[in-house]
């Protein structure tokens, strides 16, 4: 072909490639190539197209084949790096990459994608200097400030990343994704309005935009709007049965809702262990000998001042270390003092922040824990596709979520004989229930709690009932009920204390539910976060008598109202999440407070209320019932808690030796 006629061919081409007529460039690429094998520009172009049609193999393939005839192609090798990254083959990518730079330090696309790369190998340190150096070639460029709030959000925190969001958009104000992810950090970093704007912004131009509608179910959810929140992960799922973020966040949220039948909870999780699938059972190297020290491992975002920590490091303090070596992985970016307590007790301490499941599943496979514990279950941050792949003998699930996780590859769960009955339970799990105390818990007061104060009430004050829970787990039902209470106990008040509660905006959407529910809003007081643990246990001071909610019961708020002296009056149900009051008030010595149904709760909390005296007397001596029960018992429940680990691992060896 003369060289005017294939120059006009490639012109041709290069005119349909960037008018986004990809076929016929194409096609005009093949003949330029077919008639001119070596010619550069056709394959390097060529290579470019197939890897936006994301064919990255035949990509890779030209894009090598262009860098023989000019091995000092930045452009190529960068776009090699990116066919790489799109067939999964993250180290080669970073390889490429980094050579475009090297060619040409001045490429701020290719320090953009290197710092993907990097980050994909859990190199984020590396990567935000990537993303810096592109950022400093070139400061409006949108896709590395997004890029770098990502990695920011999952690093330092999402209201670090929310500036470099922000950015983003105001250079791209269409793409989509970025207000999406904007949106996202700013629900987590305390700015629902704001964020909820973000998501509507992006939702009224794609209504199927699943980032947009896994942030926006979260921003209903935590004000109290459940079944919008379910609603939106559901229509996420029908288009993205895989959506991890989307199922796990809709199986947490399912348990906030009334009417919601255990045995449609148990299919719901059930689905999600059949999404996931069971992984082909993989090779490990520990030796299956029952008395032999095992390595104990820990996996979770909350290793840091959360309840699931304060629950599991007294246990942690108390498990032998002559018979127990403990590897904890935290998967959060804060660490802080509760953070450096646990790690105390560890042999192995590693910071998966910010990780791939590839890296985290390589490091703790490299760790070869006996036994590995899930403490989050389908809470956020949540590695339960990891436990698919069987990342030790024995896999037991515990503390951070009130539900099986409905994978098969799960062992155990550890819970109660009250939280799960015996014979009632075991049909909602796909796990094996281990009763491994007489309460699943081990409370760890706060040293620097006040002192109990007496009830407002005995001075004269109005009765205050109170609950400081989630607001997310108060229900319709439950507003009711609590209408009732303060019916029955005229003059009395109710005080209310939860994450963005002093919102105006969130205010002025409950009013109209609790004048529904019966509930006068004059009567109600709500009340956001403390700065600190100390002042938000300091406000049971204005509370009287402590109400659980329902379906699904408080935890540490329980624990917390005890220990600060005032009774808690909770309804006990047919699951995990709605028994845990029973739990707790059973270990403390106080069955009396459990209610048999709705007339029976507010009963008792009317009673309560009706007995300054027995109310004074409560105050003081709640804390030493407290010190005296199995929930502050940590020696026993650590003992206890060992013992249950080394009879799941003996059943194991049991079957290992059993197996040819």
Same mark, same amino acid.
């Given at each position: ?137 070139k400061p409006d460029y949108a896709e590395a400030h ?18 470099? @969001? ?41 209504? %199927? ?5 896994? %942030? ?49 909870? @148990? ?105 590995? @514990?899930?403490?989050? %279950? ?15 003998p024995v896999q037991i699930t515990y503390l951070g ?63 205050? @009932? ?127 407070w459990i209610a048999a149904d709705w007339d029976d ?60």
């Open positions: 072909m003369p060289p005017a006629k294939l120059q006009s061919l490639l012109q041709t081409a290069v005119a349909h490639h960037r008018g986004g007529r990809l076929a016929e460039a194409e096609q005009l690429y093949a003949r330029v190539r077919a008639a001119a094998p070596a010619n550069f520009d056709a394959l390097h172009l060529s290579g470019l197209l197939a890897v936006q049609q994301g064919r990255w193999t035949d990509g890779a393939g030209l894009l090598r084949r262009a860098l023989k005839l000019n091995p000092r192609s930045a452009l190529a090798e960068m776009r090699l790096g990116l066919a790489c990254a799109g067939a999964g083959d993250a180290a080669a990518a970073a390889s490429h990459l980094q050579a475009a730079v090297d060619r040409e330090p001045t490429l701020a696309e290719g320090w953009c994608h290197l710092g993907v790369a990097l980050r994909s190998l859990s190199r984020p340190a590396d990567a935000r200097a990537a993303y810096a150096r592109a950022l400093a070639l997004d890029r770098l709030g990502a990695l920011v959000s999952e690093t330092e925190g999402f209201a670090a990343a929310v500036p470099h @969001f922000r950015r983003a958009v105001e250079l791209q104000p269409d793409h989509l994704t970025g207000w999406a992810n904007l949106g996202a950090a700013l629900a987590q970093a305390g700015a629902p309005a704001e964020a909820l704007a973000c998501f509507e912004r992006v939702l009224a131009a794609e209504p %199927g935009h699943a980032l947009a509608l896994t %942030g926006r179910a979260l921003v209903h959810q935590e004000a109290g709007r459940v079944a919008a929140a379910v609603a939106d992960y559901t229509t996420v799922l029908a288009a993205h049965p895989r959506h991890h973020e989307a199922r796990s966040g809709r199986l947490l949220a399912l348990h906030y809702l009334d009417g919601v039948s255990r045995e449609d909870l @148990f299919a719901d999780h059930a689905a999600f262990g059949t999404v996931v699938g069971l992984q082909p059972a993989p090779t490990l190297p520990n030796r299956p000998e029952p008395g032999r020290r095992l390595r104990v491992g820990f996996l979770s975002p909350d290793l840091r001042a959360h309840s699931v920590a304060y629950f599991l490091e007294p246990l942690l303090a108390h498990l032998d270390p002559a018979q127990f070596e403990l590897c904890l992985y935290h998967d959060h970016p804060r660490v802080d003092a509760m953070s450096a307590k646990l790690r105390q007790h560890a042999a192995v301490w590693r910071h998966f922040a910010g990780s791939s499941h590839a890296a985290v599943e390589s490091a703790i496979r490299a760790d070869a824990p006996d036994v590995l @514990f899930d403490l989050a %279950g389908h809470t956020g941050l949540n590695r339960l596709p990891l436990f698919a792949r069987r990342l030790a979520y009130p539900d099986t996780t409905g994978l098969r590859a799960m062992d155990y769960r550890f819970v109660d004989a009250i939280t799960d009955p015996v014979g009632e339970a075991e049909a909602g799990h796909t796990e094996q229930l281990v009763r491994f105390a007489p309460t699943a818990w081990s409370y760890a007061p706060p040293a620097d709690a006040p002192e109990p104060a007496p009830p407002p009430c005995v001075a004269g004050a109005p009765v205050t @009932f109170g609950c400081f829970n989630n607001f997310a787990k108060i229900t319709d039902v439950t507003l009711g009920a609590w209408a009732r209470v303060l019916a029955a106990v005229p003059g009395s008040r109710l005080l209310l204390k939860g994450h963005g509660l002093d919102a105006p905006d969130f205010a002025a959407a409950l009013r109209p539910r609790l004048a529904a529910a019966g509930l006068d809003p004059a009567r109600v007081e709500l009340l956001g976060r403390t700065s600190g643990l100390a002042a938000h246990l300091a406000l049971y001071a204005r509370v009287d008598v402590a109400l659980d909610s329902s379906p699904y019961h408080g935890t540490t708020t329980t624990c917390e109202a005890l220990w600060m002296g005032r009774p808690v009056v909770t309804l006990p149900g047919d699951r995990h999440a709605s028994r845990v009051g029973a739990s707790l008030l059973t270990a403390a010595g106080h069955p009396e709760y507010v009963r008792r909390a009317a009673d309560l209320a009706r007995d300054p005296a027995r109310l004074a007397e409560l105050s003081r001596g709640l804390r030493a019932e407290l010190r005296a029960s199995p929930l502050l018992d940590h020696a026993g429940q650590g003992a206890r808690f060992g013992a249950a680990i080394r009879d799941c691992w003996t059943v194991w060896c049991t079957r290992a030796v059993a197996v040819p």
